[in-house]
């Protein structure tokens, strides 16, 4: 069982910036993605942002150029780094792995973009 911890959510002004943190109980470089989606309020849960062992990572047209994704091998972390924030951006954040054929999810974290 992976256990994924977020962290980093808040209530941020429009043109704001969040930083989100997704620790993971094991060694990162073992699964086969890392990823954000993200559910508003009577939304269906959608993806946000993806990152795979290379390095490689790939985004929803919605946040691409103002999201980022990284990973931190050491620390068994994935983050996003959120730029640029619009108030459509509110939701709750969740990280996302899968490890061979099972997907695990966290327990989410709130972020409201509002002036």
């Known amino acids: 069982q992976v256990h994924l911890v977020e962290s980093g959510g808040g209530l941020v002004q429009p043109g704001g910036s969040l930083r989100l943190s997704c620790v993971v109980s094991e060694n990162i470089n073992n699964m086969n993605s890392l990823a954000w989606y993200r559910q508003a309020p009577g939304q269906q849960r959608e993806f946000v942002a993806i990152?795979?062992?290379?390095?490689?990572?790939g985004y929803d047209k919605s946040v691409e150029g103002r999201f980022t994704i990284a990973r931190d091998n050491a620390k068994n972390t994935v983050t996003l780094q959120m730029s640029s924030l619009k108030e459509e951006d509110t939701a709750v954040y969740y990280c996302?792995?899968?490890?061979?054929?099972?997907?695990?999810w966290g327990q989410g974290t709130q972020v409201t973009v509002s002036s």
């Open positions: 996302n792995v899968l490890k061979g054929t099972r997907t695990y």
């Open positions: 990152i795979v062992p290379a390095g490689q990572a």
